[in-house]
């Protein structure tokens, strides 16, 4: 059988190590055909993309600093070939300020969130335009925090707010190229980024014991979804949140919830 993205080159950025969302979705997207270019955010990182860049049909590996102009410059002179698809999963923020009340965030902290987690895509679709393939995908990474308040979440909510209003506008004024913007809201998985949350354990398994389909998200749940996305099984869709959270958003009150009341 023909696979869905053979012959389809890319883009991922965000990749952390074996354990990342990222990885998860380059697997998948190469599982279905696709070949792609890695980037790594510093050195100690670079050693964990180099040998999980040898798994897959990769184009080349580069560095990336979201928040650097010049770096994204780089990046995007170091494609050799045309795009047609590109996945950002990329977002930080202070882990100090994961704690406690949003009120205290800081100015510092706050700018430098919205900027490498939310600016960044707008950013980088710019100066990758030239590379980018006219009917390309899209597609960047959020998370259910960013409509509804989640404890230890905090700024990082603020950011995927603005993320998926980005998605939205960029959608539009991508849309005249048919290049389609989406985003996958991912439910809680043990990742790296996951771990800097404060009790992310407790957050993470109560996700599982309320939300419709009661078992942990893999890597694979969001990753086939993203072939969805990255493919032509979605020439239609754009601006959308795709929730992968077995359901979890659509839940307003459990029976566990209930318990003792």
């Not at 800081?106 to 980018?132: G, Q, V, W």
């Not at 998605?167 to 005249?176: E, F, S, T």
């Not at 407790?202 to 969805?228: E, F, H, R």
Request: glycine content about 8%; charged content about 20%; some cysteine.
């Amino acid at each position: 059988m023909t696979k869905v993205l053979e012959g389809k080159k890319g883009l991922v950025v965000g990749i952390a190590n074996d354990h990342s969302i990222a990885w998860g979705i380059a697997k998948c997207l190469h599982e279905e055909g696709a070949s792609m270019y890695l980037t790594y955010q510093n050195d100690s990182i670079k050693k964990r993309v180099e040998p999980l860049s040898q798994k897959i049909n990769c184009l080349g590996i580069m560095p990336c600093d979201v928040s650097d102009t010049s770096s994204l410059e780089s990046v995007r002179d170091g494609m050799k070939d045309n795009i047609d698809f590109f996945v950002h999963a990329v977002a930080y923020s202070d882990k100090n300020e994961l704690s406690g009340k949003y009120l205290h965030t800081t100015k510092d902290n706050f700018l430098k969130t919205l900027h490498i987690s939310a600016y960044s895509l707008t950013e980088m679709l710019r100066i990758f335009s030239p590379k980018i393939n006219d009917n390309a995908s899209v597609m960047a990474l959020t998370y259910y925090g960013s409509t509804r308040y989640m404890q230890s979440y905090n700024v990082m909510g603020v950011a995927k707010a603005a993320l998926e209003t980005s998605i939205k506008y960029l959608a539009v004024d991508m849309g005249d190229r048919g290049i389609r913007v989406n985003a996958i809201s991912a439910g809680p998985m043990r990742t790296l980024a996951g771990a800097v949350i404060n009790k992310s354990r407790q957050i993470y398994n109560y996700t599982i014991n309320n939300s419709p389909i009661k078992k942990p998200l893999t890597l694979d749940d969001i990753g086939k979804s993203s072939v969805y996305l990255m493919s032509d099984l979605s020439k239609g869709v754009t601006g959308e949140i795709l929730y992968v959270d077995n359901g979890y958003n659509k839940v307003g009150m459990s029976v566990q919830d209930l318990a003792g009341v």
